[in-house]
């Protein structure tokens, strides 16, 4: 979630595919290809119910060089604005915001444990 776009691209780059310069959704054949598809299916934003129909309608005659920038450019899209905002986040007052929502998180936790114990305890006789 943290990569930068250029990280993203390095790793969909070296997936690994196939010879066939085409864009298909076939698991058992083209498992490196239908990953990428799905990858892309999962973040889709075109409206395609299927994954057979997306690939008909977005990827239709796409060479892989060029469909693997789709994903790229589909992966980046989604988690950009995490990143950005984990970035906002960690850069803020050095990252203390992280450190507080930790803390608030332990005593909640602390605060349900005891209540559990107490049940626990009353069960048993304690």
Request: charged share 25%; proline share 2%; hydrophobic share 40%.
């Amino acid at each position: 979630m943290t990569d930068t776009k250029e990280e993203i691209a390095s790793k969909i780059r070296v997936a690994v595919t196939d010879s066939q310069n085409s864009v298909s959704y076939d698991p058992a054949n083209r498992p490196g290809v239908s990953n990428l598809v799905e990858i892309v299916f999962n973040l889709n934003s075109s409206g395609a119910e299927t994954i057979e129909q997306l690939v008909a309608q977005d990827f239709a005659g796409l060479s892989l060089k060029a469909f693997k920038q789709h994903v790229v450019d589909s992966v980046d899209g989604h988690l950009a604005p995490i990143r950005d905002r984990l970035q906002d986040i960690l850069s803020t007052n050095g990252g203390q915001a992280i450190d507080e929502a930790a803390e608030i998180g332990a005593q909640k936790a602390s605060e349900s444990a005891r209540g559990t114990m107490k049940l626990v305890r009353d069960a048993v006789g304690f």
